[in-house]
Protein backbone atom coordinates (compact mmCIF):
# COMPACT_ATOMS: atom_id res chain seq x y z
CA UNK A 1 0.00 0.00 0.00
CA UNK A 2 1.51 3.43 -1.02
CA UNK A 3 -0.38 6.59 0.42
CA UNK A 4 0.79 9.93 -1.35
CA UNK A 5 0.90 12.55 0.72
CA UNK A 6 1.30 15.44 -2.02
CA UNK A 7 -0.46 14.67 -4.80
CA UNK A 8 -1.83 17.75 -7.28
CA UNK A 9 -4.62 15.49 -9.14
CA UNK A 10 -6.99 18.18 -8.82
CA UNK A 11 -5.04 21.02 -10.64
CA UNK A 12 -4.96 18.28 -13.89
CA UNK A 13 -8.59 17.30 -13.28
CA UNK A 14 -8.97 21.61 -13.67
CA UNK A 15 -7.34 21.71 -16.59
CA UNK A 16 -9.03 18.69 -18.50
CA UNK A 17 -13.01 20.10 -17.30
CA UNK A 18 -11.91 23.39 -18.66
CA UNK A 19 -11.40 20.62 -21.96
CA UNK A 20 -14.30 18.75 -21.62
CA UNK A 21 -13.08 15.77 -20.36
CA UNK A 22 -14.60 14.60 -17.01
CA UNK A 23 -14.49 11.39 -15.03
CA UNK A 24 -10.78 12.58 -14.87
CA UNK A 25 -9.70 9.80 -12.17
CA UNK A 26 -10.94 6.84 -13.63
CA UNK A 27 -10.42 7.43 -17.29
CA UNK A 28 -6.76 8.83 -17.06
CA UNK A 29 -5.42 8.01 -13.28
CA UNK A 30 -6.97 4.61 -12.61
CA UNK A 31 -4.72 2.13 -14.54
CA UNK A 32 -1.77 4.20 -13.52
CA UNK A 33 -2.82 4.22 -10.08
CA UNK A 34 -3.22 0.49 -9.83
CA UNK A 35 0.09 0.05 -11.83
CA UNK A 36 2.07 1.88 -9.03
CA UNK A 37 0.41 0.19 -6.33
CA UNK A 38 -1.00 4.02 -5.29
CA UNK A 39 -3.95 3.35 -2.79
CA UNK A 40 -4.23 6.73 -2.18
CA UNK A 41 -3.17 10.28 -0.91
CA UNK A 42 -4.17 13.79 -0.20
CA UNK A 43 -5.69 15.18 -3.25
CA UNK A 44 -4.85 19.10 -3.21
CA UNK A 45 -6.34 22.22 -4.59
CA UNK A 46 -3.33 24.51 -6.15
CA UNK A 47 -4.86 27.27 -6.13
CA UNK A 48 -2.34 29.06 -8.69
CA UNK A 49 -3.44 26.61 -11.29
CA UNK A 50 -5.17 29.31 -12.86
CA UNK A 51 -5.45 33.07 -12.62
CA UNK A 52 -8.27 33.78 -14.75
CA UNK A 53 -10.41 35.58 -12.40
CA UNK A 54 -10.35 37.05 -8.94
CA UNK A 55 -8.80 34.64 -6.56
CA UNK A 56 -12.24 33.96 -5.12
CA UNK A 57 -13.81 33.23 -8.70
CA UNK A 58 -10.43 30.79 -9.82
CA UNK A 59 -10.79 29.23 -5.89
CA UNK A 60 -14.27 28.29 -5.98
CA UNK A 61 -14.16 26.73 -9.67
CA UNK A 62 -11.81 24.63 -8.45
CA UNK A 63 -13.77 23.76 -5.47
CA UNK A 64 -16.98 22.94 -7.80
CA UNK A 65 -14.77 21.14 -10.28
CA UNK A 66 -13.13 18.87 -7.37
CA UNK A 67 -16.89 18.34 -5.97
CA UNK A 68 -18.02 17.06 -9.36
CA UNK A 69 -15.08 14.57 -9.81
CA UNK A 70 -15.67 13.39 -6.19
CA UNK A 71 -19.08 12.69 -7.23
CA UNK A 72 -18.28 10.80 -10.40
CA UNK A 73 -15.42 9.01 -9.01
CA UNK A 74 -17.83 8.43 -5.67
CA UNK A 75 -17.68 4.30 -6.82
CA UNK A 76 -13.80 4.03 -7.12
CA UNK A 77 -12.61 6.82 -4.53
CA UNK A 78 -13.28 7.03 -0.78
CA UNK A 79 -13.36 10.33 0.81
CA UNK A 80 -11.36 10.10 4.30
CA UNK A 81 -12.69 12.67 6.70
CA UNK A 82 -12.84 10.53 9.58
CA UNK A 83 -9.14 8.33 10.78
CA UNK A 84 -11.54 5.22 10.18
CA UNK A 85 -12.38 6.13 6.53
CA UNK A 86 -8.97 4.68 5.73
CA UNK A 87 -10.21 1.03 7.09
CA UNK A 88 -13.20 1.79 4.86
CA UNK A 89 -11.51 2.72 1.92
CA UNK A 90 -9.49 -0.69 2.41
CA UNK A 91 -12.76 -2.56 2.70
CA UNK A 92 -14.49 -1.20 -0.20
CA UNK A 93 -11.68 -1.67 -2.19
CA UNK A 94 -11.22 1.97 -3.27
CA UNK A 95 -8.64 4.87 -3.68
CA UNK A 96 -8.45 6.38 0.09
CA UNK A 97 -8.48 10.13 -0.75
CA UNK A 98 -7.83 13.19 1.44
CA UNK A 99 -9.11 16.44 0.26
CA UNK A 100 -6.29 19.28 0.55
CA UNK A 101 -5.91 23.27 -0.12
CA UNK A 102 -2.84 24.41 -0.89
CA UNK A 103 -2.90 28.15 -0.04
CA UNK A 104 -5.90 30.09 1.20
CA UNK A 105 -5.61 33.05 -1.09
CA UNK A 106 -9.09 31.97 -2.56
CA UNK A 107 -10.73 32.79 0.83
CA UNK A 108 -9.47 36.20 1.30
CA UNK A 109 -10.10 37.28 4.71
CA UNK A 110 -12.66 35.51 5.54
CA UNK A 111 -11.79 32.56 8.39
CA UNK A 112 -15.24 31.53 8.81
CA UNK A 113 -14.41 29.61 5.02
CA UNK A 114 -12.26 27.36 7.09
CA UNK A 115 -15.64 26.09 8.49
CA UNK A 116 -16.87 25.77 5.17
CA UNK A 117 -14.01 23.80 3.79
CA UNK A 118 -14.28 21.64 6.48
CA UNK A 119 -17.95 20.99 5.94
CA UNK A 120 -17.16 19.81 1.97
CA UNK A 121 -14.76 17.43 3.74
CA UNK A 122 -11.38 19.10 3.30
CA UNK A 123 -8.70 18.04 5.86
CA UNK A 124 -5.88 19.42 4.87
CA UNK A 125 -5.01 22.82 4.97
CA UNK A 126 -1.47 24.21 3.86
CA UNK A 127 -1.85 28.23 4.75
CA UNK A 128 0.17 29.15 1.72
CA UNK A 129 1.48 28.17 -1.77
CA UNK A 130 4.57 30.09 -2.08
CA UNK A 131 2.67 33.60 -1.92
CA UNK A 132 1.85 36.20 0.31
CA UNK A 133 -1.79 36.22 1.76
CA UNK A 134 -4.14 37.34 4.59
CA UNK A 135 -2.93 34.71 6.52
CA UNK A 136 0.58 33.72 6.32
CA UNK A 137 3.57 34.35 4.14
CA UNK A 138 5.18 31.60 1.64
CA UNK A 139 8.60 31.10 -0.04
CA UNK A 140 8.46 33.85 -2.42
CA UNK A 141 6.95 36.68 -0.13
CA UNK A 142 8.98 38.60 2.63
CA UNK A 143 11.16 36.99 4.73
CA UNK A 144 10.78 39.36 7.24
CA UNK A 145 6.61 38.35 7.40
CA UNK A 146 5.35 35.73 8.70
CA UNK A 147 2.19 34.75 9.87
CA UNK A 148 -0.29 37.70 10.49
CA UNK A 149 -3.06 38.13 13.24
CA UNK A 150 -5.84 36.20 10.97
CA UNK A 151 -3.08 33.22 10.57
CA UNK A 152 -3.11 32.97 14.43
CA UNK A 153 -6.56 32.84 14.02
CA UNK A 154 -6.65 30.34 11.20
CA UNK A 155 -4.49 28.14 13.32
CA UNK A 156 -6.61 28.47 16.00
CA UNK A 157 -9.95 27.32 13.70
CA UNK A 158 -7.64 24.33 11.62
CA UNK A 159 -6.71 22.78 15.09
CA UNK A 160 -10.30 22.88 16.30
CA UNK A 161 -11.42 21.22 13.33
CA UNK A 162 -8.52 18.41 13.32
CA UNK A 163 -7.12 19.33 10.00
CA UNK A 164 -3.92 18.60 9.03
CA UNK A 165 -1.86 21.99 9.06
CA UNK A 166 1.10 21.60 6.31
CA UNK A 167 3.80 24.46 6.38
CA UNK A 168 5.96 22.72 3.42
CA UNK A 169 5.10 26.14 1.39
CA UNK A 170 5.75 28.27 4.48
CA UNK A 171 8.65 30.56 4.42
CA UNK A 172 11.16 30.41 7.65
CA UNK A 173 9.19 32.94 9.48
CA UNK A 174 5.99 31.80 9.18
CA UNK A 175 7.39 28.37 10.11
CA UNK A 176 8.36 29.89 13.17
CA UNK A 177 5.67 32.24 13.96
CA UNK A 178 3.33 28.58 13.33
CA UNK A 179 5.66 26.92 15.77
CA UNK A 180 4.85 29.53 18.52
CA UNK A 181 0.82 29.76 18.20
CA UNK A 182 0.40 26.15 17.30
CA UNK A 183 -1.14 24.02 20.24
CA UNK A 184 -1.13 20.42 18.15
CA UNK A 185 1.01 18.59 15.66
CA UNK A 186 1.70 19.94 12.07
CA UNK A 187 3.52 18.65 9.48
CA UNK A 188 5.12 19.66 5.93
CA UNK A 189 3.93 16.94 3.50
CA UNK A 190 6.46 17.40 0.94
CA UNK A 191 9.60 18.78 1.80
CA UNK A 192 13.26 17.39 1.63
CA UNK A 193 16.54 18.03 3.84
CA UNK A 194 17.78 21.48 3.39
CA UNK A 195 21.09 20.59 4.85
CA UNK A 196 21.50 17.77 1.66
CA UNK A 197 20.11 19.73 -0.91
CA UNK A 198 19.42 24.15 -0.03
CA UNK A 199 16.31 24.59 -1.31
CA UNK A 200 14.28 27.03 0.70
CA UNK A 201 11.92 24.93 0.18
CA UNK A 202 13.32 22.30 2.08
CA UNK A 203 13.81 21.96 5.82
CA UNK A 204 16.52 23.07 8.48
CA UNK A 205 17.74 20.58 10.88
CA UNK A 206 16.09 22.55 13.88
CA UNK A 207 12.73 23.37 11.92
CA UNK A 208 13.13 18.90 11.84
CA UNK A 209 13.91 18.98 15.52
CA UNK A 210 10.33 20.90 16.27
CA UNK A 211 8.45 18.36 14.21
CA UNK A 212 9.62 15.99 16.33
CA UNK A 213 9.31 17.90 19.23
CA UNK A 214 5.70 18.66 18.51
CA UNK A 215 5.10 14.83 16.75
CA UNK A 216 4.12 15.91 13.15
CA UNK A 217 5.55 14.29 9.67
CA UNK A 218 7.42 14.98 6.95
CA UNK A 219 6.22 13.61 3.75
CA UNK A 220 9.38 13.08 1.21
CA UNK A 221 9.47 15.17 -1.98
CA UNK A 222 10.30 13.64 -5.58
CA UNK A 223 10.38 17.11 -7.30
CA UNK A 224 14.41 16.99 -8.65
CA UNK A 225 14.92 20.66 -7.68
CA UNK A 226 14.77 19.47 -3.72
CA UNK A 227 16.52 16.29 -3.60
CA UNK A 228 19.63 17.43 -5.16
CA UNK A 229 21.42 20.76 -7.47
CA UNK A 230 23.70 17.89 -8.99
CA UNK A 231 22.10 16.53 -12.02
CA UNK A 232 23.91 12.74 -11.43
CA UNK A 233 22.01 12.83 -8.07
CA UNK A 234 18.48 13.41 -8.94
CA UNK A 235 17.84 10.16 -8.58
CA UNK A 236 15.32 7.43 -6.29
CA UNK A 237 18.53 7.00 -4.27
CA UNK A 238 19.20 10.63 -3.36
CA UNK A 239 15.38 10.64 -2.29
CA UNK A 240 15.75 7.81 -0.14
CA UNK A 241 19.22 9.57 1.44
CA UNK A 242 17.06 12.38 2.27
CA UNK A 243 14.77 10.21 4.09
CA UNK A 244 17.67 8.46 6.22
CA UNK A 245 18.87 11.92 6.75
CA UNK A 246 15.56 13.08 8.04
CA UNK A 247 14.70 9.79 9.70
CA UNK A 248 17.67 10.40 11.76
CA UNK A 249 16.14 13.34 13.15
CA UNK A 250 13.02 12.86 13.75
CA UNK A 251 12.18 8.65 13.58
CA UNK A 252 11.23 6.13 11.04
CA UNK A 253 7.93 6.78 12.54
CA UNK A 254 7.16 10.25 11.43
CA UNK A 255 8.50 9.62 7.78
CA UNK A 256 6.15 9.32 5.04
CA UNK A 257 6.19 10.53 1.28
CA UNK A 258 4.77 13.27 -0.35
CA UNK A 259 5.72 12.73 -4.02
CA UNK A 260 4.62 16.01 -5.33
CA UNK A 261 4.83 14.03 -8.90
CA UNK A 262 5.15 16.64 -11.98
CA UNK A 263 2.56 14.87 -14.32
CA UNK A 264 -0.15 16.37 -12.30
CA UNK A 265 0.78 20.14 -12.80
CA UNK A 266 2.19 20.11 -15.83
CA UNK A 267 0.91 21.64 -18.75
CA UNK A 268 0.12 19.35 -21.88
CA UNK A 269 3.07 18.96 -24.23
CA UNK A 270 6.05 20.07 -22.14
CA UNK A 271 7.95 17.59 -19.63
CA UNK A 272 7.28 17.01 -16.19
CA UNK A 273 10.66 16.24 -15.42
CA UNK A 274 10.17 13.40 -13.10
CA UNK A 275 12.59 12.21 -10.55
CA UNK A 276 14.83 9.34 -12.49
CA UNK A 277 13.26 6.12 -10.65
CA UNK A 278 10.12 7.69 -9.61
CA UNK A 279 9.25 9.97 -12.86
CA UNK A 280 5.57 9.35 -12.80
CA UNK A 281 3.10 7.32 -10.35
CA UNK A 282 3.59 4.67 -11.94
CA UNK A 283 6.54 4.14 -10.78
CA UNK A 284 6.02 4.54 -6.92
CA UNK A 285 6.58 0.83 -6.74
CA UNK A 286 9.79 1.31 -6.73
CA UNK A 287 9.95 3.36 -3.43
CA UNK A 288 8.89 -0.48 -1.72
CA UNK A 289 12.08 -2.58 -4.12
CA UNK A 290 14.68 0.18 -3.34
CA UNK A 291 13.78 0.39 0.80
CA UNK A 292 14.04 -3.56 0.54
CA UNK A 293 17.16 -3.61 -1.20
CA UNK A 294 18.83 -1.19 1.76
CA UNK A 295 17.59 -3.59 4.03
CA UNK A 296 14.38 -2.19 5.19
CA UNK A 297 12.29 -4.69 6.64
CA UNK A 298 8.48 -5.10 5.47
CA UNK A 299 6.70 -3.57 8.53
CA UNK A 300 9.19 -0.66 8.30
CA UNK A 301 8.72 -0.14 4.59
CA UNK A 302 4.51 0.04 5.25
CA UNK A 303 5.37 2.18 8.19
CA UNK A 304 6.98 5.02 5.80
CA UNK A 305 4.88 3.87 2.92
CA UNK A 306 1.34 4.00 4.54
CA UNK A 307 0.91 3.87 8.14
CA UNK A 308 2.94 6.65 9.82
CA UNK A 309 0.42 9.01 8.49
CA UNK A 310 -2.70 6.87 9.13
CA UNK A 311 -1.52 6.61 12.56
CA UNK A 312 -0.77 10.34 12.81
CA UNK A 313 -4.58 11.44 11.43
CA UNK A 314 -6.01 8.99 13.83
CA UNK A 315 -4.39 10.70 16.56
CA UNK A 316 -5.00 14.14 15.28
CA UNK A 317 -8.75 13.74 15.39
CA UNK A 318 -8.98 11.28 18.39
CA UNK A 319 -7.66 14.90 19.66
CA UNK A 320 -9.81 17.49 18.11
Known sequence: MFFDMHADVWT???WQYEKGNKDVIRNKYKEKFEEGGLTGGIFVIYQNAMKTQTPEEDFFKNLRIMTEEV???????????????????RELNKFAVMLGIEGLPGIGDK?????????????????TWNETNAFATGQKGDPNRGLTDLGI????????????LDLSHAN??????????????????????????????????DQLAVIKERGGM????????????????????????????VAERIG?????????????YTPEGEDPEGLLGVKDVTEVKNIAKALKNRGYSQKEID????????????????DK
Open 252 to 264: LDKIGFGLDLGEY
Open 111 to 127: LDYIYLLEQLGVRHIGL
Open 153 to 164: EAVKIIEELGIV
Open 71 to 89: HRARDIIHIIKEADDFEKA
Open 303 to 318: MVTYENFVKFYKKLRA
Open 12 to 14: DTL
Open 172 to 205: DKTFWDVAKHAKKPFVATHSNSRVLCPAMRNLTD
Open 218 to 245: VGMNSYHGFVSQNPEEKNLETLLNHMEY
